[in-house]
């Protein structure tokens, strides 16, 4: 599967943007998940959906800020991001993967396929 994000963009603090990740197969066989990588940092888990939606696990940074939702009709699954701070600033990457592991669903090795990323930059 082939994964395509788009949305990032340059947002003051306080704002919000919607990333979408668009897949060339079918979405429903996949896990989805989020993570983000700052310069000079290692890349972090930022959320995930389980197959049906069912189950979404955040980032305890995030939590009460960004949603993960999909759209297995559209083969997309988005990030909403509400109330950024500068310290969301990161290229964001949309990543699948073929099991649900709550014990390492956190860790980018549980994801076979990467998008491109979409960079975010939240102003202060």
């Known amino acids: 599967v082939q994964l395509q994000a788009y949305g990032g963009g340059l947002v003051q603090a306080g704002g919000s943007l919607r990333l979408s990740c668009a897949a060339s197969g079918h979405t429903f066989s996949y896990v989805m998940g989020w993570f983000r990588q700052a310069p000079g940092k290692e890349r972090e888990f930022v959320a995930a959906?389980?197959?049906?939606?069912?189950?979404?696990p955040y980032a305890d940074s995030v939590k009460g800020r960004l949603s993960i939702s999909r759209d297995n009709a559209k083969n997309t699954v988005y990030l909403q991001m509400n109330s950024l701070k500068p310290e969301d600033t990161a290229v964001y990457y949309c990543?699948?993967?073929?099991?649900?592991?709550?014990?390492?669903?956190?860790?980018?090795?549980?994801?076979?396929?990467w998008g491109q990323g979409t960079q975010v930059t939240v102003s202060s």
């Open positions: 990543t699948a993967g073929q099991m649900w592991d709550t014990r390492v669903l956190r860790t980018p090795s549980a994801y076979e396929y």
């Open positions: 959906i389980s197959r049906r939606g069912g189950s979404t």
